[in-house]
């Protein structure tokens, strides 16, 4: 067996097939009996092979594959939606296309996924990782010579380039904003406590707590699926403990959309009867009513910069790993009750 890359050969061999009958099975021919298709495809898998279909098809040409794969953890949410605008507005204009597709948070899924990817000969692959994701996923990818960013959430480990926010320094502004307005009562609601994003954020929240002289009450962290039902989940737990908090900081504007769903259901007016501040800034964040206090992280800005970071690497032809933190603001609205300016004089919007 040769070392290094799996080739057809080292398939054809394992296998005790020829070449032309691995060829065959890669193509998907229905010349092929389905038990050497099983002995074949069992051989693949226990080599590691990966089909680069992209290749295949781009060889007879001699061009480069003009593809960035965006792999992300929940479309559903729409800064992942802004993310892949941003990485687009990019990626275009440099004559590339991108292959979006979503896990919903699923690992065996963002594995099968990246494995099309890699079969259609993607020249990168931006990635938010699912929960769960380790840097032995990435390892291959990075192995082969592929360039890999990855965004909003780090990879414990992993030798890629990143492009997150300021995480820590975002919940303390924004914990720092409500304590201003008089707050000393502030929870942290939603989010997935298994992830690097939600240790960060929280981190931030604790930081600001103790220079605030805040109560350390574990009972007011409540975390929840990062989304709209999730917040509302949250906000319910939050306002049934004995001392209930009258502000919080959410773990993005999902969540604090439904926090302000859940303070409605109980006949709670967000601004006025209890303070809400999120994290991320998506577009719904200014024309919700009220609209939304949150911290901005501009998701176009992480698409972008994630982008360039990707296309810097490829036409370079080497992968070195780059760390980018985005710097976040607070953008006061209405929902913290303080539409009418920022005591830290932060910008309004």
Request: glycine fraction near 10%; charge should be neutral.
């Amino acid at each position: 067996m040769t070392k290094g890359r799996v080739t057809v050969i080292d398939i054809a061999k394992a296998a005790g097939v020829s070449k032309s009958t691995v060829s065959l099975v890669l193509q998907g021919s229905p010349l092929v009996n389905d038990g050497t298709r099983a002995k074949v495809n069992a051989v693949m898998r226990e080599l590691g092979y990966v089909y680069n279909r992209g290749a295949a098809n781009l060889r007879q040409s001699g061009s480069k594959s003009k593809i960035i794969g965006v792999v992300v953890n929940d479309l559903t949410n729409g800064f992942f939606a802004e993310l892949a605008v941003g990485v687009d507005m990019v990626v275009q204009s440099a004559g590339f296309v991108q292959f979006l597709s979503n896990t919903s948070e699923n690992l065996d899924r963002q594995r099968e996924v990246i494995a099309s990817m890699r079969e259609h000969g993607i020249s990168g692959l931006i990635l938010s990782p699912a929960r769960a994701t380790e840097a032995a996923d990435l390892k291959p990818l990075i192995a082969a010579g592929i360039p890999v960013v990855v965004a909003v959430r780090n990879v414990p480990g992993a030798k890629a380039s990143s492009v997150v926010s300021d995480n820590r320094e975002g919940v303390v502004v924004g914990v720092e904003h409500l304590v201003s307005l008089g707050h000393r009562r502030i929870a942290f609601l939603g989010g997935f406590r298994d992830t690097a994003v939600f240790d960060e954020r929280l981190a931030g929240y604790r930081a600001a707590a103790a220079v605030c002289g805040l109560d350390a009450d574990e009972d007011l962290i409540v975390d929840s699926p990062p989304s709209r039902a999730g917040g509302a989940e949250a906000i319910e737990r939050a306002l049934s403990i004995g001392n209930r908090p009258t502000a919080a900081v959410c773990f993005n504007d999902a969540v604090a959309f439904g926090v302000c769903d859940g303070l409605r259901a109980r006949k709670l007016e967000p601004g006025r009867d209890f303070a809400v501040v999120g994290f991320d800034d998506v577009i719904e964040a200014k024309t919700a009513v009220p609209a939304l206090t949150t911290i901005s992280v501009d998701p176009q800005g992480i698409g972008r910069r994630a982008a360039q970071l990707l296309l810097k690497q490829i036409s370079a032809g080497k992968a070195e790993a780059e760390a980018i933190v985005s710097s976040v603001r607070l953008v006061v609205r209405e929902t913290c009750g303080a539409a009418n300016g920022s005591p830290l004089g932060r910008t309004q919007a």
